[in-house]
């Protein structure tokens, strides 16, 4: 029987706090093959407040809340029921989602901050609050709180929710997020006790390259509001303010994100001070979206390094924290310092993680202090998260192996994609690729998690297709999304991270600010909310994002018919079209045996072959937008770029003077070139692959670019021959060299978990195995096999559901198995020639191999 299954609001499942008071539902069916009705049925304490009745509709996703008007605090049962093709009724789902606090008066509770004044160049213990009060037998409980800073709480002793670094980063001068949490089992029939730790986070603590400090405020701050609701309808609200104890003498005697804790375990606090009342000017919002969690678990090897210090090796290279248990003496101290990799001396490598290393003020420190109470110590990170997969311990204990345990930390999306091959290295390239996703989603989409931990816009776009086959981004990249409206300038100027690091100085002058608006960085207000689209086939991400798309745009446009500082000049007509002017990184970590790259020619002066090679595509991309949303009035000028950019690139780019691959890759992959010049330049392209022995030659922006070109253009064997190369620089030359994630260089000499060059994986998704999302509830599968490999397979948990696509080749046969899910259909196209359409089931194809003599006499 046809049954709806993975019921989500929002994307989210079973939330509590939504800010959207119209939720959109969605579902995904199984246990047949056609929907063709289905009726939602939604009740608020038991009251219905929403019937469809029974909709005639194969549609399952983005349903638009169609009840009665819904408030803070609701609390929503819904249910589903499906029509199969037979028009049989299949089972009643059901789940729940609540609404949070939707106005501004429904905050009672006032701001409160510990009872100092901080002083900007101080580093300063935990603040924590503590507040007792009494409560009868509750029907429920829910706390909504957040913090200038990062915050956990407690309830009589037990920990709320299992949220880490809540609330999260946001560019706090324009929002601050909350959470909501049911803490109904917590409430005690008597006295009860609610403590709240407060660090700096992002807010106060160290951010950035440069590890900025106080980069929003400088004191800490709490809002907490309890909220008790009895059997008899009555509510009590305890909320912070006037009366609430506060002390900073506990064991938390330094936490910063990136530097890391020093704790006392000796100390608890007092809470001998009182807090004091403050205020600050945002009304608190909610994220809607996942939240960071505690994920897998690793045991460390434990050996020596050269200079006899004990060494940890929990031998997969994550973003996370440690948890110990150790017996000691009272005062005795243990020491953790955490790196990504060894160096050439076999000892823990500081150098390629940190700013200003072998300094007092290196950042980040990555170490974790710890002075011990005597008789048996448990100790677990709170507030901190660090990028290694090696540890040094010292100090007057050392570690035993089941003593320590090293916890991976990312923001809960549910994997969505698996690959396996008969290729080993691809296999493991493909695990490292996700675990540096897992290692930089942590609330935002870093760089990496150590040196700059950066939310760099170019990262994202180049990896948001790769990103959301891996995982499920929804929630995390619509929240992303606003923290990059809110930074966007009044001018549609975008900046390169969002949220701000306040950071990168440079010549006495903020260097990313200036860097505002680099082609293919800000070309992320553009290129993600598309590529969520593509995959999710939601209109609403590019509803929601299209004034942010179109004032980037604009802005952009504003940097053609320009001759900036440093800029060439170029003729008319073609000038009005090349964009011109402004700083701009270009490429971008090129191999250094193909470009050498300098702060005049790469961070100072305009790069108007890539400005304008990305002003083409992100019109082009923008007309087809503003025709989904019914925009007809901004298409003219859409187009007149994209076909105005795309001409005047081919007279002043073309012919490609040079070997560099990224600058006949992009050209290609956005279309600009026609007839015989797209084939020179491909032909060129092909040749100075050939001459590099197969080895990849492109930088920051073109790698995701080069394999779909060669794959479009039929040369999907050069493709192939280019992942599979194992010499150096290449993607499983990492893999080779013992890498777990993905590498920021192609030399491995800088961080060692940037997950952008992993964006490959999306030609390995879509082409090796062929699998794309080309309509709603509608999938393409092409996969075209080759190299060395004899079978690979993809799984991809699509918003649709999950569809597969697998293969193997067998002596002159390759067998193709295609599984599409319930109410969805698949165009198939395979390599010798199968065309066909089919819908839900599993689907077997043999096609003859194409150097087969079956092959060659067209047996199918």
């Known amino acids: 029987m046809l049954t709806a299954t993975r019921l989500r609001a929002d994307h989210l499942t079973d939330p509590i706090g939504l800010g959207n008071p119209r939720p959109r539902l969605f579902w995904v069916c199984d246990g047949g093959t056609t929907q063709t009705a289905y009726r939602i049925v939604a009740t608020r304490d038991g009251d219905t407040v929403w019937d469809s009745g029974k909709v005639l509709s194969s549609k399952m996703t983005g349903h638009e809340w169609g009840g009665s008007a819904l408030h803070s605090r609701d609390r929503i049962q819904w249910q589903v029921q499906l029509w199969d093709e037979a028009e049989q009724p299949g089972p009643w789902t059901s789940t729940t989602f609540e609404l949070g606090l939707l106005q501004p008066q429904d905050w009672v509770a006032t701001w409160i901050t510990g009872d100092y004044e901080p002083k900007k160049k101080h580093r300063y213990p935990v603040d924590q609050f503590r507040h007792s009060f009494h409560a009868r037998t509750v029907a429920s409980a829910r706390l909504y709180v957040t913090a200038c800073g990062v915050y956990d709480a407690h309830l009589n002793g037990t920990r709320v929710g299992d949220a880490v670094l809540a609330p999260g980063f946001t560019d706090y001068d324009s929002r601050l997020h909350y959470q909501a949490y049911d803490v109904t089992e917590q409430i005690a029939d008597g006295a009860n006790t609610i403590e709240v730790a407060v660090a700096d986070g992002w807010y106060r603590g160290s951010i950035g390259a440069l590890g900025t400090r ?490 995701p670019l080069i394999l779909p070109v060669l794959s479009e253009r039929g040369r999907t064997d050069i493709a192939y021959r280019m992942l599979e190369n194992e010499a150096e620089p290449g993607w499983l030359f990492q893999v080779r060299s013992g890498a777990t994630t993905v590498w920021e260089n192609w030399d491995g000499t800088a961080s060692q978990n940037h997950y952008s060059p992993g964006s490959v994986c999306q030609w390995i998704f879509e082409t090796v195995c062929g699998v794309d999302v080309t309509g709603e509830q509608e999938f393409t599968i092409a996969p075209q096999p080759g190299g060395t490999l004899t079978h690979a397979a993809f799984s991809y948990d699509s918003v649709f559901g999950t569809v597969t696509s697998a293969w193997k080749r067998q002596d002159d046969l390759t067998e193709y198995e295609i599984t599409v899910p319930s109410n969805t259909t698949a165009h198939i196209r395979l390599p010798e020639g199968t065309v066909t359409t089919v819908g839900a089931g599993t689907w077997v194809f043999r096609e003859a191999n194409e150097s087969s003599p079956a092959a060659a006499a067209g047996v199918r």
């Open 214 to 703: 106080n980069a929003y405020g400088t004191k800490t701050k709490l809002l907490a509001q309890l909220e008790l609701t009895y059997a008899d309808g009555r509510r009590d609200t305890i909320s912070t303010g006037d009366g609430w104890e506060w002390s900073n003498d506990g064991a938390l005697r330094f936490a910063d994100l990136k530097d890391g804790e020093r704790v006392d375990l000796t100390q608890t606090p007092s809470y001998r001070g009182v807090a004091r009342e403050t205020t600050y000017p945002l009304v608190p919002a909610a994220a809607d979206n996942v939240v960071p969690r505690e994920k897998e678990r690793f045991t460390p090897t434990i050996s020596r390094t050269p200079a006899g210090v004990q060494l940890l090796d929990f031998g997969q290279n994550i973003a996370g924290y440690i948890e110990l248990t150790v017996d000691a003496r009272h005062g005795e101290q243990l020491h953790l310092q955490f790196a990504e990799h060894l160096d050439t001396s076999g000892e823990l490598d500081m150098a390629a993680i940190q700013v200003r290393a072998g300094k007092p003020n290196a950042t980040p420190q990555q170490r974790i202090d710890l002075t011990l109470a005597d008789g048996t110590n448990t100790y677990k990170t709170r507030f901190a998260v660090f990028g290694f997969r090696y540890a040094t311990v010292t100090g007057d204990i050392e570690l035993a192996a089941e003593s320590v345990t090293a916890i991976a930390v990312y923001s809960d999306m549910g994997q969505t994609g698996a690959f396996t091959s008969s290729h080993a290295l691809i296999n493991q390239f493909v695990q490292n690729t996700l675990w540096s996703m897992k290692g930089n989603f942590l609330d935002v989409p870093t760089d990496c998690p150590t040196r700059e931990r950066a939310p760099w816009t170019g990262d994202a776009q180049i990896f948001t297709r790769t990103g959301t086959f891996l995982m499920d981004t929804a929630a995390f990249m619509r929240k992303w999304l606003r923290d990059l409206q809110d930074r966007q300038m009044p001018n549609g100027r975008v900046p390169c991270v969002a949220p701000d690091t306040h950071n990168n100085e440079v010549f006495g002058m903020d260097q990313l600010k200036a860097m505002a608006g680099s082609a293919g960085w800000a070309d992320a207000a553009v290129l993600v909310p598309w590529y969520l689209y593509e995959l999710y086939r939601d209109e609403v991400v590019l509803r929601d994002s299209y004034d942010m798309m179109k004032r980037h745009v604009e802005f952009q446009i504003t940097r053609t018919n320009r001759t900036g500082l440093f800029g060439r000049p170029f003729p008319k007509p073609d000038r009005k079209y090349i964009s011109n002017a402004g700083q701009a990184f270009g490429e971008w970590l090129e191999p250094t045996d193909v470009y050498q790259q300098s702060i005049l020619k790469d961070m100072i002066a305009p790069h108007p072959e890539e400005a304008t090679a990305y002003l083409a595509y992100t019109t082009r991309i923008m007309a087809d937008v503003a025709r989904i949303l019914g925009r007809d009035e901004d298409i003219p000028l859409f187009e007149e770029y994209a076909r105005g950019c795309a001409e005047a690139y081919a007279r002043q780019f073309t012919p490609v003077d040079t070997d560099r691959q990224s600058k006949m890759v992009r050209p290609l992959a956005f279309g600009l070139l026609e007839g015989q010049l797209a084939d020179d330049t491909f032909a060129k392209l092909v040749n100075a692959i050939e001459a590099r022995e197969y080895r990849i030659g492109t930088g920051f922006l073109s790698t």
